[in-house]
């Protein structure tokens, strides 16, 4: 079955600055790479998303890129803000209804003011 | 659009005793849910899949005889956690699958529950 590995686990950074967090997937017939960021106690949030289709998506200060031939995808955040600060996972889906999303460990990311 | 509710936000109960989670979603019909279960700085753990009208999926690990689910229509699946105890104790978020989707699994989350088992 699928297997995804996020890393890092850790990642403190300065406000103003980049994050990236990566990972990598194990399935070829997955097509679907969402990201989600998740506050204490509270559910994931879907920050961004990208399809097999494409190999880069943006959002304001959020960007994904997506290595099919590597099987692996990336998350950068710009402009970095405290507000950032939460667990951010991975995850990636094959096509179809009942397919499961298969989520990465996380990482808490920290943005010091 | 795309809003899933949970209810109860939280719970507390006695270890021995059984308790429903109940997930719904409110502005879209929902073909396939799925329960996780969250531990403490831990990613979520698909615990099982279900389609309307049809028996859950568990995943490897999980028992179905403690955990039922039911998804009797297009908007509610509920989750009982039977003869609860202290280890049941968790973090459990249900996701939605609309029926309209295409053929990417985009889920959309419940809010969560949080049970405790004393």
């Known amino acids: 079955g699928e297997n995804v590995e996020q890393h890092p686990s850790t990642l403190s950074v300065q406000e103003g600055d980049s994050a990236v967090i990566k990972c990598t997937y194990s399935d070829s017939a997955s097509n679907y790479f969402p990201w989600y960021k998740q506050e204490l106690g509270k559910r994931p949030q879907l920050i961004i998303d990208i399809r097999s289709n494409v190999g880069e998506k943006k959002d304001q200060r959020i960007a994904v890129t997506l290595n099919k031939t590597a099987k692996h995808f990336s998350l950068h955040i710009t402009e970095t803000q405290p507000e950032d600060s939460a667990v951010y996972f991975c995850?990636?889906?094959?096509?179809?209804?009942?397919?499961?999303?298969?989520f990465g460990k996380g990482t808490k990311l920290t943005v010091n003011p | 659009g795309a809003v899933v509710s949970q209810h109860p936000s939280w719970v507390i109960c006695k270890s021995g005793t059984s308790v429903k989670i109940e997930c719904r979603s409110l502005?879209?019909?929902?073909?396939?849910m799925f329960w996780y279960r969250q531990f403490p700085k831990q990613s979520l753990m698909l615990m099982a899949t279900s389609n309307e009208g049809s028996k859950a999926t568990y995943e490897q690990g999980v028992e179905k005889d403690k955990f039922l689910i039911n998804h009797a229509s297009l908007t509610l699946s509920t989750l009982t956690v039977t003869s609860a105890h202290p280890e049941d104790s968790s973090f459990y978020i249900c996701?939605?699958?609309?029926?309209?989707?295409?053929?990417?699994?985009?889920?959309?989350f419940g809010p969560g529950t949080r049970l405790t088992v004393l």
């Open positions: 995850a990636a889906s094959k096509r179809g209804g009942s397919e499961k999303l298969v």
């Open positions: 502005d879209f019909q929902a073909t396939t």
């Open positions: 996701s939605a699958r609309s029926l309209l989707a295409d053929n990417y699994n985009e889920q959309f």
